[in-house]
């Protein structure tokens, strides 16, 4: 929040007789020492007076989201949202119809949880104007209000609960039971959801460095079932205890989560898809780490071998890390040129590839010469 550039948005804005505050995860981030990812700013101007404010100082504007106040303003490429103080006037679930305010007090109001209404200026004095500071030190998620009826004008905040959660909170603590309760009977809500506000949440939930604590809530409150029927949270401890080596991507978690859905019900994109189709074959399959890493590449060799000992306990045979490494370099030596004029048309293409999985099955160690015979 010190980056000069965004002292001069402030600056700018304050120039003109505004108020300028930083807001949400950069806020709730900077105090806990955490990355900060994106920058959100609030003020009391309009989004055309942002709009000349920011042009006047030469900075570039994106009207993103002009009827929800919000304007995005980009200082020498860095990128902020300058999002003017609102209040809800009306809520169906989903969406909100938003009125400006010139009111702290109500913009931190229509947030989702205690941590993710703290404020501050550009000399980092925080505005904490529903004690979300204390919570943030406890680490606890606290909603903004009463939980159930904050749920239903938004049912993501669910899965936000759960998502900051297992970014923020005490993992030993668990989570506030007021707060759980009325997720487990706001849970109906979910299927109102669009996919991909659901699948954006459960990628950040999964990401988390350890999301087992809050995907075992998740399930044990029903919530779970809800967003993924069938899955099963069990083995996910284990493959994140596993990932202390070998850090994967999210999609391995989910990979963990057994046999679901998930393509459709997270929208999933066509790459991911894909990853995740290829470690539920090779989960239960029987290549090892030297032939996995030759056909699919080292990455997905280590899901495929971190994943069995979670999803299975099964053990890849000692020196299975020289293993995967031979068969991530290892080059088949022979061309179909070798075998002719020996072997045409179909028999060319099956004696090329016996010979293949012979040398596979050599452990890559089969020469050329061996191989011609
Ligand atoms: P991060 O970007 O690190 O995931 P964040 O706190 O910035 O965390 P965003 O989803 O980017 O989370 O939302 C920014 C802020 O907007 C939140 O901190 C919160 O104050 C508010 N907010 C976002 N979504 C909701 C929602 N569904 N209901 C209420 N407030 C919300
Ligand atoms: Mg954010």
């Not at 505005?127 to 004008?153: H, S």
Request: aromatic share 6%; with cysteine.
């Amino acid at each position: 929040l010190t980056d000069p550039r965004s002292q001069a948005l402030c600056l700018a804005l304050e120039g003109a007789g505004h108020v300028a505050l930083f807001v949400g995860g950069c806020v709730r981030n900077s105090l806990l020492g955490a990355r900060v990812t994106d920058l959100d700013l609030t003020t009391d101007a309009r989004p055309e007076q942002v709009i000349a404010i920011a042009d006047a100082a030469g900075f570039r504007c994106v009207p993103t989201g002009i009827d929800h106040g919000t304007v995005t303003v980009i200082v020498k490429g860095l990128v902020h949202e300058v999002t003017t103080f609102r209040r809800d006037v009306e809520t169906d679930g989903r969406h909100a119809r938003v009125a400006f305010t010139a009111s702290v007090a109500e913009d931190a109001a229509r947030r989702d949880f205690t941590m993710n209404a703290l404020y501050a200026d550009r000399e980092g004095c925080v505005i904490d104007p529903l004690g979300g500071l204390a919570d943030l030190t406890q680490r606890r998620l606290r909603f903004v209000g009463d939980p159930a009826a904050r749920i239903a004008e938004d049912y993501l905040r669910i899965l936000r609960f759960f998502r900051f959660h297992a970014w923020y909170g005490d993992p030993d603590a668990g989570l506030d039971p007021e707060g759980l309760a009325a997720c487990a009977a706001g849970l109906d809500g979910i299927a109102r959801l669009s996919r991909e506000r659901i699948g954006a949440e459960m990628r950040k939930l999964l990401s988390a460095p350890d999301p087992a604590p809050a995907v075992a809530s998740m399930a044990a409150s029903g919530v779970l079932a809800a967003v993924l029927p069938g899955a099963d949270p069990t083995a996910l401890p284990i493959l994140v205890h596993g990932e202390t080596k070998y850090p994967r991507d999210w999609i391995v978690r989910l990979a963990s989560l057994g046999p679901t859905e998930a393509q459709d019900a997270l929208r999933l994109s066509r790459a991911e898809a894909r990853h995740l189709d290829i470690l539920r074959t090779e989960v239960g399959g029987t290549r090892r780490a030297g032939e996995l890493a030759y056909r699919l590449g080292p990455t997905i060799a280590l899901d495929v071998i971190v994943l069995r000992e979670a999803m299975l306990q099964i053990k890849e045979p000692l020196g299975w890390q020289d293993d995967l490494f031979y068969g991530a370099t290892a080059r088949f030596p022979l061309r179909a040129a070798d075998l002719m004029p020996r072997f045409t048309g179909p028999a060319l293409g099956a004696a090329l590839k016996e010979r293949e999985d012979r040398w596979i099955a050599s452990g890559f160690r089969l020469d050329r010469a061996a191989l011609m015979q």
